[in-house]
Every structure is written in C-alpha cells, then in structure tokens.
C-alpha cells in the first residue's frame, strides 16, 4: 500500500461509528440512570417533605410507594407500547413525561400534589424504562458489542440505587429537597433531544393493543404490591389487606387466561417455556427483594444509630456501586469463556454471604466492622448476576417480542423489589417490637424524665436512645434471614434450573470485552 493511501486518509468508518455507539449508549443509559435513582434520591430527603407539605408518618411512605406501585404495575404496558408504536418513539415520550412529573413534583405545594407527581413519574418510568433496554437489542449487534452494551447498562441500573442516594444526600444537605426532583427535568430534555440523532428506531409491530391484558396485569401487580405493604403497616389479618391479596390473585388468573386465548398478548407466555429464561426472572425476583430492603435499612441504621449526615450516609453506598461496576464488567468481558451459569450462581452464592453477615448486625456495629464488608459482597455478586440475567432475558426472543421481554423482567425486577421490601418490613416490625417489649423494664428505670415522657406519648423509644438502636438492630437483623433466604433460593435456581452455557452464546461471544 503507498503511503499516499494512508498518509492524511480520513478516519476509518468504524472509528465514527463506534464514536456514534458510544452517544447512543450514553443517551439510553442516562435514561435508566435518571428512572432507576429515583426509587432511592427521594429517601434521604423524606423528612424535610414531611415537615414541608405535612405528611404524617403514615401517609409518608406513599412518597415511595406511588413511585413504585405506578412503575411496577405499568411496565409490561411500556414494553409493549414500545413494539407497536416503535420503542425510539416511545422512548422520547416516557422521558418527557417523567421530566414533566419531576417539575411538578418540585413545585409541589401540598401532599395531593406530591403523591400525583410521584405517580406520574412511575408512569413514565414504566413507559421509557422497558423501550430502553429494548433499544439496545435494536441498536447493538448480537455478540461482543451488545454484550458491551448490556454491560454498561446493567452497571448503570444496579448501581443507580447507591448514587440515587448519594445524589439526595447532596441536593438536600447543600440545596433543597425540591431539587432531588428538579435535578430530572434538564436531563429529561437533553436525552429527548439526543434520542432522534443518535437512536434508530425500531420497527413497527402490526397488531392491536391487548387491553384487557394490559389492563388486568397492571391491576392485578398493583394490588399484590399494595397487599404487601399494607400488610407491614396494618397486618395481615386486615380487612383491606386480604381484599387486595384476593383482589391480586383473581386479576393475574385473569390476565394468564386472557393472554392464553389473546393472538397478540401482552405478555407472550410461550417466553417462560425457556428454562433459563424463567430461572433468570425468578432470580431477578428474589434478588431484587433483598437488593430494596439493604438501601431501605442500611440507610436508617447509618443515619439513626450511627448518626451519619444524608450527605455521609449517601457516601457509605458508593463501595457497593463500585463493587456492582467492576463485578459488571468481569461478567461481560467472560460471559462467552465461562458461560451465564457461571455468573448466575457464583453471584448468587456472594449475596448469600453478604445477606448472611448483615443478620449479625448489632446496636454497637460500625459502618467499617458491620457494614462496609457484607455490602461490598452483596454488590459484587449482584454485578456478577445482571448482566446474564439481561443476555438471557432477549436471548432468542424475535425482535418484535423484545420489548415485552424486557418488559417483563424490568417488572419482576420492581414488584420484586416492592414485594420483598414489605415482607422484610413485616418481619422487621415483628421482630422490632417483641425487642421492644423486652427492653421497655429496664429502658424506663434508666430513662430521663424526657425519654420517660417521649415513650409515655409516643409509646415508642427515643431516637439515639440505646433501647432504639438496640430494638432496630435487632429488626434488621431478623429481616435480613429474609432476604438471606430469598438469596438461597436464587442459589438454588441458578443450580438447577438455569442450563445455559458458554456455548448458547453467539461464537464470537464477548471475551476480551472492556467497559
């Protein structure tokens, strides 16, 4: 080759293409960011809502749970909207509205408002979420470049918790809780702006909106989350609570015999005759549980008896972030060599450990000697996980059911989370108050006057008391043989169930892949 054919050439295509990938990975994956910290930006900042807009202890859980019920319960909709209308499309309209659901939110001058804001942001997030991940499979070609891709977006999605923390910590301790919201709306627009330029849009599926299915599957996860959570609040026995657990099972019986008799469903059911498919989504359910309840207690033991600042507490969750990355990246780059199994188990067995270590937690326990190590474990094996889970969940699906695959897992992934957090919570609260019983004698011949009169209003121990911290602990302790167990059973699955090898990868697989 003459040096005139070199000397002064153009860059290769390939150079500018790849320079295009990476904005459109950037693009879809600052969308997942933004829709997966919200579950957590908004934690730190609770007590200020409350004092600000006058929630009462009660009706403040509902700042989370209208996020988490209207997200949970509307995504196997979105990935379906995605595949008719075209998921590019799609995509830009479910981050507007979540951007224009956070303007409200911030704005908002009362509860009523709040509350609808929230719900409106699950809506978008449900709408935009699934398209996203769909987006992917449509953009990046199936071997080492998707799996490249799958791994930047699973690390953005299992460690936008930690940094949703760290965020609300930051915007609340130096600006106001408002801006925990108020920080979505410019991300919103600029990924708006991008998507048309960097992102192809899919092809259109022919076919109708399967609107029964659509509308008992919403339903019908609604109710069962609001059953789990009334149930930590008001018990099992409650009137409502078994209304909304009957109410639950009825709608979903409903929509698997809608979906059986519908020619274009929702949700096709033929994607859990795949074996690993299934033991991939039963994971995904089991882990995300134990996932919800360490950012929900974890962040109250650091802040309530360890008495760490939002900013400091936020800070504590960025070891987990960084152990779920680097796991991530591990995965992708040896997914073909060593096969999804591999993963699937080998992270299944480190939360076991991790979950496991978090039952010993105790009122004296420190962030270095209680905390740090058995979250690192727990974030190192959930890194280890998600980018199988991910390969597997649209693994030979045809490319007009990819969003509702990816619909489908993103929703086991957020009622799981929902479901298992309230579980814990009912264990928790359980296990907190038979402590407290224990305790009270001796809290109350040691007490101040002040601490005597606090439990003698609000029959409950004192922030900072040492009855608190040892009444939590051990709450939090008992929850976490939950979310252990729940982690065995994953074990389990990834073992049994779960049969895929290197070799149902695509030859050329992702050895060698680097984030």
């Known amino acids: 080759m003459a040096i005139s054919d070199t000397v002064g050439a153009p860059a290769p295509p390939k150079a500018g293409r790849t320079q295009r990938k990476g904005i459109t990975l950037t693009v879809i994956a600052a969308t997942q960011l933004m829709v997966v910290l919200d579950a957590t930006i908004v934690n730190i900042a609770l007590p200020h809502i409350k004092n600000d807009l006058g929630f009462s ?43 224009f659901a956070s303007l409200l939110g911030g704005f908002a001058q009362d509860s009523t408002m709040l509350l609808a804001a929230r719900a409106l942001q699950g809506l978008g997030g449900a709408v935009c979420s699934p398209t996203a991940f769909a987006l992917i499979a449509s953009n990046f070609e199936e071997g080492p470049e998707r799996n490249r891709a799958f791994g930047v977006f699973s690390a953005v999605a299992g460690s936008g918790a930690a940094i949703g ?20 709306v410019p991300i919103a627009v600029l990924i708006a702006l991008a998507a048309p330029r960097f992102i192809n849009e899919s092809e259109r599926t022919e076919g109708r909106f399967d609107l029964p299915g659509a509308l008992t599957s919403t339903l019908g996860l609604v109710a069962l989350v609001y059953g789990f959570i009334r149930a930590a609040s008001d018990g099992w026995s409650d009137a409502l609570t078994l209304a909304s657990f009957a109410g639950g099972v009825v709608l979903v019986v409903a929509f698997v015999v809608i979906e059986r008799r519908t020619a274009q469903p929702i949700t096709p059911l033929h994607l859990f005759q795949d074996r690993n498919r299934t033991g991939g989504l ?106 199988p889970v991910m ?38 609260s359980h296990a907190a108050k038979s402590k407290a019983t224990e305790l009270v004698p001796g809290f109350l011949q040691s007490a101040t006057p002040e601490q005597a009169q606090h439990f003698q209003k609000a029959h409950e121990f004192p922030v900072g008391s040492a009855a608190y911290s040892e009444t939590l602990a051990h709450g939090i302790g008992q929850a976490f043989i939950v979310g252990a167990s729940l982690a065995v059973v994953a074990l389990l699955v990834a073992l049994s169930v779960v049969k895929a090898k290197a070799s149902d990868l695509p030859s050329e697989g992702a050895a060698g892949v680097a984030l």
């Open 57 to 99: 202890d009660t009706t403040l859980s509902w700042v989370i749970n209208a996020y988490t019920l209207t997200f949970g319960g509307l995504l196997l909709l979105g990935g379906r909207l995605g595949d008719i209308l075209g998921r590019r499309r799609v995509f830009i309209v479910g981050t507007l509205l979540f951007g």
């Open 165 to 184: 923390l760290l965020a609300g910590g930051l915007l609340t301790e130096y600006l106001d809780w408002r801006w925990v919201f108020f920080v979505n």
């Open 282 to 387: 039963i994971m995904m359910l089991c882990l995300a549980a134990a996932m919800f309840g360490i950012f929900f207690y974890i962040t109250i033991f650091v802040q309530t008896v360890i008495h760490y600042s939002p900013l400091k507490a936020g800070v504590a969750f960025l070891p987990i972030s960084a152990a779920i990355i680097v796991a991530a990246q591990i995965a992708s780059a040896l997914q073909a060599k060593l096969g999804p199994k591999v993963f699937m188990a080998g992270g299944a067995a480190l939360v076991t450990v991790g979950l496991s270590w978090l039952t010993q937690l105790k009122a004296d326990s420190g962030y270095v000697d209680g905390i740090l190590g058995p979250t690192v474990i727990f974030g190192f094996g959930m890194g280890l996980i998600f980018v």
């Open 391 to 428: 390969l597997i969940a649209v693994s030979g699906v045809p490319n007009n059911e990819t969003g509702a695959a990816s619909g489908l897992l993103n929703s086991v992934q957020q009622i799981g989370g929902a479901l298992g957090l309230s579980i814990l919570t009912t264990v928790f």
